[in-house]
């Protein structure tokens, strides 16, 4: 079924861990986001990639990581994590174009303690 | 700074028509769109406007005004499925999605 993935859906992480949001899309889009939705918050972009080998950082990009090596998958990595991160991540794809819609994965509901 | 207001909920009954609005203000434009987002669920595509005017699409219709930086979605014949958040973004001049914080729409029979 194509779309976009995301693993695990739910966490739970003492403070101080390191922890990989894996991310995989089949649409063979070009362009990859991560946001995170935070309860009376909009959506807030952590970092993207406009194609495979790039990334870029967006709105709240301190405390993670990414990659692209390749079309398919963009982990996020939170290095040490903070209660503060505790929040639900969205990653989201699009084709190229201005106008192209983003496809959201279904979540991971991430509990920092 | 960049900044995107609708309302945090609304309530309409099922089989009427509602208005949700959407003002933004954000460093540069090149389009608004709107999104459905089911509770628990990831945010869903339903519009994009960047030309002022209505684009309709079915029960949902979607209203631009870039000079008075102003937005509207359109819900008619309103059904109880149609209850969930409602999602403003503007995307700025660095082609990123400035969002919203959503407006919660109930349904009531």
């Known amino acids: 079924i194509a779309g976009i993935t995301q693993a695990p859906t739910s966490q739970i992480l003492a403070a101080g861990r390191r922890m990989t949001l894996r991310c995989t899309q089949d649409m063979r889009h070009n362009a990859m986001y991560w946001y995170r939705q935070d309860l009376g918050l909009g959506l807030r972009l952590i970092h993207y990639s406009n194609t495979a080998g790039t990334t870029g950082k967006g709105e709240v990009p301190d405390g993670y990581s990414v990659s692209r090596a390749n079309t398919d998958d963009f982990p996020l990595t939170l290095a040490s994590a903070v209660p503060s991160q505790t929040s639900v991540y969205f990653c989201a794809s699009s084709a190229a174009g201005v106008s192209n819609e983003q496809f959201f994965g279904p979540g991971t509901r991430l509990t920092v303690l | 700074g960049q900044n995107i207001d609708q309302p945090t909920e609304m309530t309409a009954t099922e089989g009427a028509i509602v208005q949700i609005n959407c003002t933004y203000q954000?460093?540069?434009?090149?389009?608004l769109f709107w999104y459905q987002q089911h509770a628990g669920e990831a945010p869903t595509f339903l519009s994009y406007n960047v030309l002022d005017g209505l684009e309709e699409k079915g029960r949902f219709s979607s209203f631009l005004s870039r000079s008075k930086g102003y937005s509207y979605l359109l819900l008619k014949e309103l059904q109880m499925k149609d209850s969930a958040s409602y999602l403003c973004a503007s995307l700025n001049s660095n082609y990123q999605l400035i969002w919203g914080a959503g407006t919660k729409l109930i349904i009531k029979p």
């Open positions: 954000t460093s540069g434009f090149n389009g």
